[in-house]
Antibody
């Protein structure tokens, strides 16, 4: 059974960089796309982008300039960076496997942007 | 960007009854449509993909239909664990793989 687990700071200051890592267990990262999504409190889901296990990426244009996704298959991990954060970036951040569709999800990590 | 519109926003249903949720795409997404269930404090769970294929372990009371721009998720004989928010998502067009705003199914 594939499992994903997000990790990283739960509090980030405005204008700084949000960094999260997703660790994949129970399966190989090969042949799949690996995604980051977020959900602001009480709101719907937003896809931030995804990365193929080879390293090729696709980002949501609404966030493209601020988002970077990377992968380290030797560690079975992929990571998210969002720079220049504001309060609007406060959300639960999810990592997920894109088969397609999004068939395995992490539990989510709440990241609050506040000074 | 493809806009996904779900209706109704909230659906009040009694246990044992059926629920029909709708999802409309602003342009054709073929059959590249998935449905997810999300309970409070939990990650979304895949229910249906390819518009009508149930994901592994999903009970037969969940069924999906439609193609092009109109899609339906039907939950027959609602159980207590089915009260949740349901999202549709298109994956025919990138960027991005857009979600609907969700339909909340609550107890009548």
């Amino acid at each position: 059974q594939v499992q994903l687990q997000e990790s990283g700071p739960g509090l980030v200051k405005p204008s700084e960089t949000l960094s999260l890592t997703c660790t994949v267990s129970g399966g190989s990262m090969s042949e799949y796309y690996w995604s980051w999504l977020r959900q602001p409190p009480g709101k719907g889901l937003e896809w931030l982008g995804y990365i193929y296990y080879t390293g090729s990426t696709n980002y949501n244009p609404s966030l493209k300039r601020r988002v970077t996704i990377s992968v380290d298959t030797s560690k079975n991990q992929f990571s998210l960076k969002v720079n220049s954060v504001t309060a609007a970036d406060t959300a639960v951040y999810y990592c997920a496997r894109w088969a397609p569709p999004l068939d395995y999800w992490g539990r989510g990590a709440l990241v609050t942007v506040s000074s | 960007e493809i806009v996904m519109t779900q209706s109704p926003a909230t659906l009040s249903v009694s246990p044992g009854e059926s629920a029909t949720l709708s999802c409309r795409a602003s342009e054709s997404v073929s059959n590249k449509l998935a449905w997810y269930q999300q309970k409070p404090g939990q990650a979304p769970r895949l229910l249906i993909y390819g518009a009508s294929t149930r994901a592994t372990g999903i009970p037969a009371r969940f069924s999906g239909s439609g193609s092009g721009t109109e899609f339906t998720l039907t939950i027959s004989s609602l159980q207590s664990e089915d009260f949740a928010v349901y999202y549709c998502q298109q994956y025919n067009h990138w960027p991005p793989r857009t979600f609907g705003q969700g339909t909340k199914v609550d107890i009548k």
